[in-house]
């Protein structure tokens, strides 16, 4: 598998994580995802929160809130607009990467696809375990 580090269209933000491999692959159809991606899902690569360091001064985060209640901090590009990295605080030590930006993305695998509940009917994701919304937890 290959490094995990990636950039947003610009360029002027740039990431890299010193994981190996993620902690998990899935995709997220929930109607935020859908705003902020501006496409069906986003397809999420968690990586330990201190795995991640990020370079560029046009990192912008918005602030949006979880179904749980608690913050989600939606990092992006400023200058270009590409979404990056989520911090979903009910979910603490990891970030989620956007799989797209990454350098190179082809070994992307998705173990599970969330919220199926508001799921695009062009979007589906064959073979991929679908929960209506979050997973149960481990
Ligand atoms: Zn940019
Ligand atoms: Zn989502």
Redesign the pocket.
């Known amino acids: 598998m290959p490094k995990i580090s990636g950039r947003?269209?610009?360029?002027?933000?740039s990431y890299t994580s010193t994981a190996d491999s993620p902690a998990m692959v899935a995709a997220c159809h929930c109607t935020h995802c859908q705003r902020q991606s501006g496409t069906a899902f986003s397809m999420n690569v968690a990586v330990p929160a201190d795995s991640l360091s990020c370079d560029g001064d046009?990192l912008a985060t918005y602030q949006d809130t979880g179904s749980s209640g608690m913050p989600v901090l939606r990092s992006f590009?400023s200058?270009?607009g590409?979404p990056l990295f989520s911090d979903v605080k009910a979910i603490p030590g990891l970030l989620f990467l956007k799989a797209a930006t990454l350098d190179d993305a082809s070994w992307v695998k998705p173990a599970a696809a969330i919220w199926g509940r508001s799921k695009q009917p062009w979007a589906s994701l064959e073979g991929v375990p679908e929960f209506a919304q979050n997973p149960p937890r481990a």
Do not use: Q
């Open positions: 947003c269209l610009c360029g002027s933000v046009s590009c200058k270009c590409s």
